[in-house]
C-alpha cells in the first residue's frame, strides 16, 4: 500500500514539474492580473466615456415573472414572497461590458505584435547585414586565400603591399 501511495505521489511530482503546467500556471496568474487591469480600463474609463457621451446603463430592466407578495400585520408591511424577475438588462450589460473588454484586448494584443514584429524586422536586418569578407583572391593565381595573408599560400607569390590588410 505505502509504495503504491509514494508511486503516487512520484507521479504526482513528475506531472506538476512539467514545463507545460509551470507555464500554465504563471499564465494563468498573469492572466488574472491582466483580467484585473482590463476590468478596470473598461469600468473606469472607457464606459464612463461611453455614458457621458449617451451610452445607457440596462441593469434596471427586467420582467417580473411573478410579483411580489406582501402581508400588512399591525400596520406593518412584511415581504411573504420576493419577487421573480427575469434580469435581462445585467445580461445586456455584461456582453456589452464583454464587447469592449474583447475590443480593448484586441488593441493591447495588436500593439504588443506590432512590438514584436519591429523587434524581429530589426534583428533579421541585422542578421542579413553582410559579414566583413574573411577572404580575398590572389592576382597571380586566382585563388581563394585569408585576407590577412601576405603570401598565396597556393603559388607562393608574394602579394602587393596594398592588398594586403
Known sequence: MAN??????????DFISRGNVMNLAVG???G?????IVNSLVKDVISPLIGAIGGMDFSEYAIVLRPEV???????ATVVKEAVTLN???FINAIINFFLMAIVIFFL????????EGTKRKKKVEEEAPAAPTTKICPFCK???AIEATRCAHCTSELP???AQ
Open 143 to 145: 585563388s581563394e586565400i
Open 161 to 163: 603591399a596594398e592588398d
Open 28 to 30: 494563468v496568474i498573469i
Open 32 to 36: 488574472g492580473a491582466f483580467q484585473g
Open 88 to 90: 435581462y438588462g445585467s
Open 70 to 76: 406582501t402581508e400588512e400585520v399591525d400596520g406593518v
Open 109 to 116: 494584443v495588436k500593439a504588443v505584435n506590432l512590438l514584436v
Open 4 to 13: 503504491k501511495k509514494n508511486g503516487i505521489i512520484k507521479e504526482f511530482k
